[in-house]
């Protein structure tokens, strides 16, 4: 007789060959978007996610909130989510964070076989040539790519983009086991408008942004006093 998968059988998540998805942000903060797309990546590809908060972004201003609360708001967000994780490499490394270190590095420790994925939105993507030793990238790790709104992939891409991307993209996750790094899936995940900087703008003019984070985060903006929100201690100055 044909055996009955039992509900101790793993999900089929920790069943298929290792591939290593790792989400960079800023996460400041976490937002319900960057729980969409993590939740269809691990969907599409079958295996973990782990969300990697950048310490010193060299690419944009100084956070609103400093590195240990962005990480402890991620641990609050995916407390109920078993195949999330948090690696916490970039913060733990002095200085500005840049990609391909973190990669090379990664390459230092695992070796080159592994498959990687970085996960990025839409936006990320598109500015992907202003990344440090961008097209390097593609020897290090592949990129899972969601859809953004504003953001569209479906648009002409600058010309060094298209070209750098020529002949990479697959439609086939497995094609992301089948080697280290070098190609893109693009994920075809319903759109989420929420992004952390409407978050941090609603906060600070006592909008409505409570729905866009998970309830833990907006009770730990509320609790320390983030981004200006309202009814909040004003910080004294040191
Ligand atoms: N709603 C979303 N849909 C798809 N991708 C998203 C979404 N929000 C964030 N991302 C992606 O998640 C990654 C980390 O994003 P980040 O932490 O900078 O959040 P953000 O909302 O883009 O922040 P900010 O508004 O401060 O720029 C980036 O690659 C970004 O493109
Ligand atoms: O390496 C770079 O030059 C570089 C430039 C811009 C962004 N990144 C990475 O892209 C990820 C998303 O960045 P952000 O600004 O959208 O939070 C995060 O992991 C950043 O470290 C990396």
Do not use: K
Not at 48 to 71: K, L, Y
Not at 133 to 159: K, M, T
Not at 195 to 218: E, F, I, K, N, Q
């Amino acid at each position: 007789m044909p055996q009955q998968p039992t509900s101790h059988a793993p999900p089929p998540v920790h069943r298929r060959d290792p591939l290593l998805v790792l989400y960079g942000g800023t996460f400041d903060p976490v937002h319900l978007g960057h729980l969409a797309i993590a939740r269809a990546a691990r969907d599409a590809l079958g295996c973990p996610i782990h969300f990697m908060p950048a310490a010193d972004p060299p690419h944009r201003p100084p956070p609103g909130a400093d590195a240990s609360q962005r990480a402890a708001m991620l641990s609050l967000a995916i407390a109920d989510e078993p195949d999330f994780h948090i690696d916490l490499r970039e913060l733990r490394r002095e200085g500005p964070n840049y990609s391909v270190d973190t990669l090379r590095a990664l390459r230092g420790e695992l070796g080159g076989a592994l498959p990687v994925a970085l996960l990025v939105g839409a936006d990320s993507l598109l500015a992907l040539p202003s990344w440090r030793e961008w097209e390097a990238l593609f020897g290090l790790a592949h990129f899972v790519v969601a859809d953004r709104p504003g953001s569209g992939l479906d648009r002409p891409l600058p010309a060094d983009l298209a070209r750098a991307l020529e002949g990479r993209w697959t439609e086939d996750p497995e094609a992301l086991r089948a080697r280290p790094a070098g190609r893109l899936l693009r994920l075809h995940q319903p759109l989420h408008p929420a992004s952390a900087t409407r978050v941090r703008t609603a906060v600070a003019d006592g909008g409505h942004w409570r729905d866009l984070v998970p309830t833990a985060v907006a009770s730990y903006i509320e609790d320390h006093g983030l981004y200006g929100v309202h009814g909040a201690p004003t910080p004294r100055p040191v």
